[in-house]
């Protein structure tokens, strides 16, 4: 007598489908992803790189717009020797802030994040208090703070 256990045709084939289903939902959702994004890539243009991708975008433009600066206090006679300062000023940053975005990445976009959130803590509690100073319904007899009330009648 052998020890193996007979196969059951029909909970093979159960198996089979609900494997084939969940591959078929896993393909619909991917499918609908991606016409999401294609969507927003439309609407909106290119999503914004990481942190760091913004970061290098911004040194290289102020490095381009400090290099392209023409000093008029400066003159003619100092121009060139000027410029070839800011260029070497400008390398040596883009030197020290490279190797701080390669190593970091992940940093930048934590920052970016808590300062998405401080500026949303910032948003709330401004919009509150604006709302307490808009209100206007405060009757004569409320306290509208620890100031003293004088009578000047």
């Not at 939902?25 to 913004?54: I, V």
Request: charged fraction near 30%; include cysteine; glycine fraction near 6%.
């Amino acid at each position: 007598m052998s020890e193996e256990r007979p196969t059951n045709d029909a909970s093979e084939a159960a198996d089979d489908a609900r494997v084939s289903d969940a591959d078929a939902w896993a393909t619909a959702c991917a499918e609908d992803l991606e016409a999401e994004k294609a969507r927003r890539r439309t609407q909106y243009g290119p999503p914004a790189g990481s942190a760091a991708e913004e970061l290098r975008k911004l040194v290289d433009a102020v490095a381009d717009k400090l290099s392209g600066i023409q000093s008029p206090l400066l003159g003619a006679v100092a121009g060139p020797a000027a410029q070839q300062v800011v260029r070497q000023v400008v390398q040596q940053a883009k030197n020290a802030v490279e190797p701080v975005i390669e190593r970091n990445p992940d940093v930048f976009d934590h920052l970016a994040a808590a300062g998405s959130e401080l500026l949303a803590a910032y948003r709330s509690a401004v919009q509150a208090q604006e709302t307490r100073w808009t209100a206007g319904d405060h009757d004569k007899g409320d306290d509208p703070g620890p100031g003293e009330r004088i009578d000047l009648d």
